[in-house]
C-alpha cells in the first residue's frame, strides 16, 4: 500500500482523538515517506515533533495505524526539516542571529535570575518546558512566536526569561527586551503624545527577541494592538523569535482583534497547568536548596500538601515558615512547621467516592446514568475509565467496589479501564491535564 494513503486514513482517525491544537501542533507537520511490512516511516520537521510524538502520542499512532492496516508496524521518525521549510528560503537547520559587529558591552533588561536552569519541570509544565528549550535550539524559525498560557504564579514569565537568558548567552550581541504588555502600551501613547513613532518602530522592530507579557492587556486597546500587529508581521518576517504570554488562550481574551489572535495561535500554544504534588515538592526543595537552606522530604511533603498551588504563594510561604522558624529559633521538624501551618499532620483524607463520581460528571458534564449506564459512546467510556483510575488508584477501593459503584461492571471490566488510564497518563497531554484538573477540584 501507499504509504501516504495509509498514513492519511490514520491522520484522519487521530484528528477526531485528540484537540485541535494538537492536532495542527504535532501531527498536521508530518508525512509518511516509506512503507515495508516492517515499519513504517514518518518525516518530521525537527527532533522536537519527533520527541513529542513519540513521548505524548506514541500509543495512539501505534494502536491506530494497527486499526487501519489490521497489523502491527514499526513506526519509525524521520527527522526532515528541508522537507517542512517554506519556499521562501529561509534555513531551517543552521539559523544564527545576525551578530552584531564589535558587540556592546552585554546588556539586557532580563533579570537574570530566572534560567531555564533553574525552572524546576514536572508533569504540569513539560511541555512549555519542551517549546521552550525548542526555542533556544532554533530560534526564529519552528515556533515562532511561541505563546505560553496559564494562570497567574505558573510560572509564565520565568520560563520566558529563562528562554532570553539562554539565548543571550549563545550570542551576547543578541537585541533582546523583555516588555511587559503594559510597557508597550505605554511607550505606545508616550510615542504619539511625542511624536516620536518612527523611533519607537525602529526600537520594537529591529530587534532579534522580542518577550511580550502579559498580552490579555492588550484587551480593548486598538491602536496599541495595531502598532502591535505591524511589530510582529515586522519581526515574524525576519524570523526575529517572539515569545509571548497569557493567563488564557488567545481565543478567549476579549476585544483582542481576530487578526492577532490568528497570529498568536499561528506558532506554537502550550500551556501551564498549576503544579501537581510532585512538582510542588520539586519546586519547594529547588528553592530550598537555592537558598542553602536544610528541609527534610517530610516538611517538604507537607508543605506541599498543605499549601496553594500557586507557585508564587507557594514560594512566598515557604519563606515565611523559614523565617519565622529562624527567628523563633525553632528547627525547621515536621511538628514545628505542621504547627506553623496551622494544620494538623495529616495524610491526605481517602477521597469521596460520591465526591470523584459527581466531580467526574460535572467536568465532562453528564448524569449519572450516563456514566454508570450501559452505553458505550467514546464521550462516555473515557470518563468510565478516568473514574475507574481514580477509584481505584486514588481513593484506594477494590476492583470489585468500583465495578458495583459503576453500575455493576464486572471488576475485570475495571482493571481495564484503570490500566488504560495509566498508560495514557505517561504520554497524553490531554489526560494529564484532565486529572491534574480534577485532583484540583476533589482536594480543594
Ligand atoms: P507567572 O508569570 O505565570 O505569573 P512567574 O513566572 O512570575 O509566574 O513565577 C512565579 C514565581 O514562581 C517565580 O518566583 C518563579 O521563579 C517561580 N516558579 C514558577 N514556576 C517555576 C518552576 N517550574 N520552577 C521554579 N520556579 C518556578
Ligand atoms: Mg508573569
Keep these: 500500500m501507499n504509504p501516504q494513503v495509509v498514513w492519511q486514513k490514520t491522520l484522519n482517525k487521530i484528528k477526531e482523538e485528540v484537540s485541535n491544537t494538537n492536532y495542527h501542533g504535532w501531527f498536521s507537520k508530518t508525512e509518511a515517506v516509506g512503507l ?19 513521548m505524548r502520542f506514541f500509543s495512539l499512532i501505534d494502536s491506530t495505524l494497527e486499526n487501519v492496516l489490521g497489523q502491527k508496524l514499526a513506526i519509525e521518525f524521520k527527522i526532515d526539516p528541508a522537507k517542512f521549510a517554506k519556499t521562501s528560503g529561509e534555513e531551517v537547520s543552521d539559523f544564527t542571529f545576525p551578530q552584531i559587529e564589535s558587540a556592546p558591552s552585554a546588556s539586557n533588561n532580563l533579570n537574570s535570575k530566572y534560567t531555564l536552569e533553574n525552572f524546576v519541570v514536572g508533569l504540569s509544565n513539560n511541555v512549555a518546558y519542551a517549546a521552550a528549550a525548542a526555542v533556544v535550539q532554533n530560534p526564529g524559525i519552528s515556533y515562532n512566536p511561541l505563546f505560553v498560557y496559564g494562570g497567574t504564579g ?45 523611533d519607537l518602530r525602529t526600537r520594537y522592530r529591529s530587534l532579534d527577541l522580542l518577550l511580550i507579557d502579559d498580552v490579555q492587556f492588550f484587551s480593548g486597546r486598538e491602536g496599541t494592538q495595531e502598532e502591535f500587529f505591524h511589530t510582529f508581521n515586522e519581526l515574524q518576517s525576519k524570523n526575529s523569535q517572539m515569545i509571548i504570554t497569557s493567563d488564557r488562550p488567545p481565543h478567549e481574551i476579549a476585544k483582542l482583534e481576530d487578526r492577532l489572535k490568528s497570529r498568536f495561535q499561528g506558532g506554537l500554544m502550550v500551556d501551564i497547568q498549576p503544579p501537581d504534588f510532585d512538582t510542588r515538592v520539586a519546586i519547594l526543595r529547588a528553592k530550598c536548596r537555592e537558598r542553602g537552606e536544610d528541609l527534610s522530604e517530610e516538611v517538604l511533603k507537607l508543605m506541599a ?3 496553594e498551588t500557586n ?10 515558615v523559614l523565617q519565622v522558624l529562624k527567628t523563633q529559633n525553632m528547627a525547621p521538624s515536621l511538628e514545628n512547621v505542621a504547627s506553623y501551618l496551622q494544620s494538623p499532620k495529616k495524610t491526605a483524607a481517602p477521597l469521596d467516592q460520591k465526591r470523584v463520581i459527581a466531580s467526574i460528571c460535572n467536568y465532562f458534564d453528564l448524569n449519572l446514568k450516563d456514566l454508570t449506564g450501559p452505553k458505550r459512546q467514546k464521550e462516555l467510556v473515557l470518563p468510565r475509565h478516568i473514574a475507574m483510575y481514580i477509584l481505584t488508584e486514588e481513593a484506594s ?8 459503584i459503576l453500575g455493576g461492571r464486572d471488576h475485570t471490566t475495571v482493571m481495564h479501564g484503570r490500566d488504560r488510564i495509566k498508560k495514557l497518563i505517561n504520554n497524553d497531554r490531554e489526560i494529564q491535564k484532565i486529572l491534574i484538573e480534577l485532583k484540583q477540584k476533589l482536594l480543594s
Aim: hydrophobic share 40%; glycine share 8%; aromatic share 6%.
Design 397 to 404: 477501593l477494590t476492583v470489585e467496589r468500583v465495578g458495583q
Design 305 to 307: 500538601s498543605t499549601l
Design 36 to 54: 515495508n511490512d516492517q515499519k513504517i516511516t514518518i518525516a518530521v520537521p525537527s527532533a522536537f515533533v519527533a520527541e513529542q510524538l513519540k
Design 154 to 198: 505558573m510560572g509564565k514569565t520565568h520560563l520566558m526569561l529563562g528562554v532570553g537568558n539562554a539565548l543571550f548567552n549563545k550570542n551576547p550581541g543578541l537585541k533582546v527586551v523583555y516588555c511587559s504588555s503594559e510597557k508597550f502600551m505605554n511607550d505606545y501613547v508616550e510615542a504619539i503624545r511625542n511624536h516620536k513613532m518612527g
Design 311 to 320: 507557585i508564587r504563594e507557594l514560594e512566598g510561604r515557604l519563606m515565611q
